[in-house]
């Protein structure tokens, strides 16, 4: 079936703008996860949603960041006031209820900030 | 604080040699473990969990709770073997719901020789 998708695959964005990054689950997965992956940074834990729980925001690096699941699917993640440091790829997961260590990611977007 | 360390970014190896990636953890408990793997121009999936006891594509996992490690072992190396390996030990405390945030290594990229 069909995997985890992401979109736009590469943005390019003006220092100051707003960004709006998408995440479809895989179906019936009731957990999702946006992680960052940097150079010299590694897998950076961003937030995650399960079911109906008050999302996980611990990871997220400042309020410019915010996420949000809609209707238990699909999941956008948002970047205000872009800054150079948020040029990073943006990886999204999902898991199935009882699994979550087996998260299937999805191929990220790139996101460049000039 | 919790910590994974993969000290070595960077590991080369000629095609049939042994080949260990490093992993160690600084958790008081007992974590979980698991390791991931991202192959060039392939999304990052589970590799293995260190529960299950099992042997991946050649790979095994070794927990040292005295040492705190986790390496990745294969015993002769395979060209396919080249990519970026993230180590994740997890706490049960970051399990909600069947929700896990995994807390990455920084990865290493291993490059396997001909």
């Known amino acids: 079936g069909a995997g985890v998708s992401q979109s736009p695959s590469n943005k390019v964005t003006e220092k100051g703008k707003d960004v709006e990054l998408r995440c479809d689950p895989i179906s019936g997965h009731t957990a999702l996860y946006w992680y960052r992956q940097s150079l010299g940074q590694g897998l950076e834990f961003l937030i995650y949603?399960?079911?109906?729980?008050?999302?996980?925001k611990s990871g997220l690096p400042s309020d410019r960041f915010s996420a949000e699941r809609t209707g238990g699917s699909v999941s956008t993640l948002t970047i205000q006031r872009t800054q150079q440091e948020d040029s990073a790829v943006y990886l999204c997961?999902?898991?199935?209820?009882?699994?979550?260590?087996?998260?299937?990611f999805g191929p990220g977007t790139r996101l460049t900030v000039t | 604080a919790q910590r994974v360390t993969q000290p070595e970014k960077l590991l080369s190896v000629f095609k049939g040699a042994p080949v260990e990636l490093k992993c160690n953890y600084s958790?008081?408990?007992?974590?979980?473990l698991f390791w991931y793997v991202q192959y060039s121009r392939q999304r990052l999936q589970l590799l293995l969990r260190?529960?299950s006891r099992e042997s991946i594509k050649g790979f095994t996992a070794d927990l040292n709770k005295g040492e705190t490690s986790f390496h990745l072992k294969k015993p002769f190396a395979q060209e396919e073997d080249s990519a970026m390996y993230y180590c994740a030990p997890q706490l049960p405390v970051f399990i909600i719901q069947g929700a896990q945030k995994l807390v990455f290594g920084q990865g290493t990229r291993l490059t396997i020789n001909p």
């Open positions: 997961a999902s898991s199935p209820k009882r699994k979550g260590y087996e998260q299937y």
């Open positions: 958790y008081s408990g007992s974590p979980e």
């Open positions: 949603f399960q079911g109906n729980s008050a999302p996980d």
């Open positions: 260190h529960i």
